[in-house]
């Protein structure tokens, strides 16, 4: 299993002005864990659905939320 968020922790000197930011984050997006597009991927059953999410296929579907705040504040 993938997750589409990356984690990880920066090297803070300690002559280091700036206040350190604890954890970072990235996203990368779901076509990056699909090779090719395999036949029969299954497809979001109204035109409307698939116009609000912006894709044919829910594999290729991501919200993009900010990672810090999670999936609760999104659908």
Known sequence: MFTQ???WQPYVS???PC???KIK??????QLY???QPLGLPQFQTP???L???TLWPQLYSPYPN???GMKNHE
Not at 25 to 30: F, I, M, R
């Open 5 to 7: 968020y990356k984690y």
């Open 14 to 16: 300690p002559n280091d």
């Open 19 to 21: 206040p350190p930011i």
């Open 67 to 69: 990672p810090q705040k």
């Open 34 to 36: 699909i090779g090719f």
């Open 25 to 30: 984050s990235y996203s990368t997006p779901p």
């Open 48 to 50: 409307k659905e698939a």
């Open 52 to 54: 609000k999410h912006g």
